[in-house]
């Protein structure tokens, strides 16, 4: 679409059929604020995990990488105006997510990269960690924007933030690492 108002993002994070996380809550506001929205879903359970029971699937690296590579070879990367990661609790979904957003960057080197680097929360970590340096080292440097939480900040700025001298070094950190905005959330 030619529109210069065409607003195009691939927002890849999980799904809940019951309740409003990842791509259930992502794609309205989207849609509402005119974005054509395709989510690519790397999980799929009953609902969020901080349930005492979830039922569902983790998808694997190959999963998604089906679903890229028919991107890729139907040429629609290009029509991508935004990319939006949130969950993706396994380190080769991410670097291959890295790679993607490098293919679309050939096509479209305007396209907006937004990372919230989902990673745990109040001190618990909902992924392995062998995630914290794929984000660190490799994904935070393809992103425009950064969204960590409070608990993922510290867990890639690797120290803790205890008040507001630690929050500002803790964003500049953050910066270095590749984002132009940076947004630590749920700060306590």
Not at 2 to 23: A, E, M, P, R
Not at 83 to 110: H, Q
Not at 125 to 132: A, F, G, K, M, R
Request: net charge negative.
């Amino acid at each position: 679409m030619s529109s210069s108002c065409y607003k195009k993002v691939l927002t890849i994070q999980s799904h809940v059929v019951y309740g409003y996380v990842g791509n259930k809550s992502a794609t309205l506001p989207l849609q509402l604020f005119r974005f054509d929205v395709d989510p690519l879903n790397v999980v799929q359970f009953s609902n969020h995990t901080g349930y005492p029971i979830f039922k569902g699937r983790r998808s694997d690296v190959e999963d998604v990488k089906i679903i890229l590579d028919g991107l890729i070879a139907n040429d629609m990367i290009d029509e991508y105006t935004h990319i939006l990661t949130g969950y993706i609790g396994n380190k080769d979904i991410l670097k291959l997510v890295g790679e993607f957003i490098d293919r679309v960057k050939v096509s479209n080197p305007n396209c907006k990269v937004l990372i919230d680097p989902v990673m745990g929360d109040f001190g618990h970590l909902y992924v392995s960690e062998t995630v914290i340096p794929e984000y660190r080292n490799d994904l935070l440097k393809r992103a425009d924007i950064a969204l960590p939480n409070w608990f993922e900040a510290e867990l890639l700025v690797d120290f803790k933030i205890k008040n507001e001298d630690n929050a500002l070094k803790a964003l500049e950190v953050i910066h270095k690492l590749g984002p132009k905005i940076v947004i630590i959330t749920s700060v306590p």
